[in-house]
């Protein structure tokens, strides 16, 4: 029996998805799906075979996963942009992962696909039909082992090419599981997706919540009014932001109550935030004067998420100031986290010297655990992260940022993600990126692309850097800058290192 199909027969009444205006039971919801499995399988899809999914947020991408779950397939989902801005890329990412089918929007698609290609409203053609008379009965769900493939999906590709990450039944199940022991289970929990569902991120609240039964409010990405409205409805309950959105939101409550704490903390139990290392002073203005229940939390795709999590309880601590701002948390319920000397390799953990590192010695993030993906891992279960992080004398981890992104400036080490917090504090800076350009005599040197809090009134780079000046190394100060109206970034939120990067190819703007 799957997820899906379980909760169909225990809590039919009760309410799983809300998209838009469209409310569904657990029962109703069910039957769209067996229905729109049905469709699949008569396009050929059977246990094991590779469903490619590129849409956006929205009820069919909701039927696509559910319903290649319920074959027994193995679901690809594929960002939505692709078909209609890079066929390469696309058609990369459905050979790598032997898609057999893609289901995307007709004609949306720039270039031909190496598989039959389904519209999403051939998902939904049957609701009003009789499937038995139409000669497309629905199939029974098909049972899977928590070893089987449950989803290929691809990295953010903020860092890099995006590559593709074999997560098993299991591995969602254990994530899950190691969430709900943290935030624990209320029947009555309705979580808002805004993140996109081609990404662990947004794929792992629609597995959480068909496993724990609750509701889901499903929005076509982040629009911070909207998300404020669904808050002080007080029927939000829990909810995944990355840093970007969670500053949006806070901007936009500042212009509405200048100064003034958040209604909209009525029925909100816990925001998660990821998508990157947890900046203190933002963590400190939502929690502490915002009154948001905001916990930080570490995870990625080769993890089916969250492994480390900062506990609801720790929010009053936080509040009165007898804690920091910032960390992750400690490790999830079956997860666990070393840090280890730079250049530790597979099997070095018993090397005097390379790890467990000591408290609060700053390396790289090792993680072992039910979640994690066999493919990523080695051969003793540990995962290497690329991220650089400590422990505290606690256990709580703290993230410093990749390691690969790195900028090397004459000879000292800058992590982007530092200076981003410092200029995001700059009142005049709505957001901000950082990246490492070529430098005829640093080698590498700090860039800083901004979006003005304020277009008509931008703040001057000579500002900016002298703003850094009074809170950063020397070293550590953006050398060029550029004022943009957006930032790239990748479809989960994150920034597009290398081409913010690509800003400066032009003439600098020096600080």
């Known amino acids: 029996m799957t997820w899906l199909a379980h909760q169909m027969r225990v809590r039919p009444e009760a309410t799983a998805l809300r998209v838009g205006e469209q409310v569904l039971t657990y029962g109703a919801l069910g039957e769209l799906v067996g229905r729109a499995a049905a469709c699949l399988a008569e396009a050929g899809v059977g246990p094991d075979s590779r469903v490619a999914v590129a849409l956006p947020n929205s009820l069919e991408h909701v039927l696509a996963i559910y319903a290649t779950s319920w074959l027994g397939a193995v679901l690809v989902p594929v960002d939505p942009r692709l078909p209609a801005v890079d066929p390469v890329e696309l058609r990369r990412r459905l050979e790598v992962a032997g898609a057999g089918v893609l289901v995307a929007s007709a004609g949306s698609a720039k270039e031909p696909v190496p598989c039959p290609v389904i519209d999403p409203a051939e998902l939904c053609s049957t609701v009003e039909s009789d499937p038995v008379a139409s000669g497309n009965p629905v199939p029974p769900p098909r049972p899977r082992h928590p070893d089987e493939l449950h989803s290929i999906v691809f990295t953010s590709g903020s860092t890099g090419r995006p590559e593709a990450v074999h997560l098993t039944h299991g591995n969602h199940l254990a994530s899950a599981v190691a969430s709900a022991f943290n935030l624990g289970i209320d029947r009555r929990d309705d979580w808002l997706c805004c993140l996109p569902l081609v990404h662990v991120g947004g794929l792992a609240i629609v597995l959480r919540s068909v496993l724990y039964g609750t509701a889901l409010t499903l929005t076509d990405g982040f629009d911070a009014p909207r998300v404020a409205e669904l808050f002080r409805s007080g029927r939000i309950t829990l909810a995944s932001l990355v840093p970007t959105m969670l500053r949006r939101l806070l901007a936009l409550q500042e212009r ?58 720790r929010l009053d601590a936080i509040r009165r100031g007898d804690e920091p701002p910032g960390s992750a948390g400690q490790p999830l319920l079956g997860a666990e986290i070393e840090i280890r000397a730079p250049g530790a390799e ?166």
């Open 346 to 511: 597979e099997g070095d953990a018993g090397v005097p010297g390379r790890a467990p590192a000591t408290a609060g010695e700053t390396g790289e993030i090792w993680v072992r655990g039910p979640m994690v993906s066999a493919s990523s891992a080695g051969a003793d279960g540990w995962f290497r992260t690329g991220d650089l992080g400590r422990l505290d004398a606690a256990g709580n981890l703290w993230v410093a940022g990749r390691r690969d992104q790195v900028i090397v400036t004459g000879g000292e080490n800058v992590s982007p993600e530092r200076v981003e917090a410092v200029l995001a504090a700059h009142p005049g800076v709505a957001e901000c990126a950082v990246a490492g350009v070529d430098d005829p005599e640093w080698g590498r040197s700090v860039a800083a692309a901004v979006v003005p809090r304020h277009p008509e009134r931008p703040p001057e780079p000579a500002a900016l850097a002298a703003w850094c000046r009074e809170r950063l190394a020397p070293f550590e100060v953006p050398k060029r800058w550029r004022l943009v109206a957006d930032l790239p970034r990748t479809a989960a939120g994150k920034p597009r290192r290398a081409d913010v990067a690509a800003l400066f190819e032009g003439p600098p703007a020096e600080g």
């Open 256 to 313: 509405l109550t200048p100064g003034s704490a958040p209604e909209q903390t009525r029925g909100l139990r816990a925001i998660l935030l990821g998508g990157g290392p947890a900046d203190p002073a933002l963590v400190e203005e939502a929690v502490v004067r915002r009154g948001l229940p905001v916990l930080a939390t570490y995870g990625m795709t080769e993890t089916a998420s969250q492994v480390a999590t900062v506990p609801p309880e």
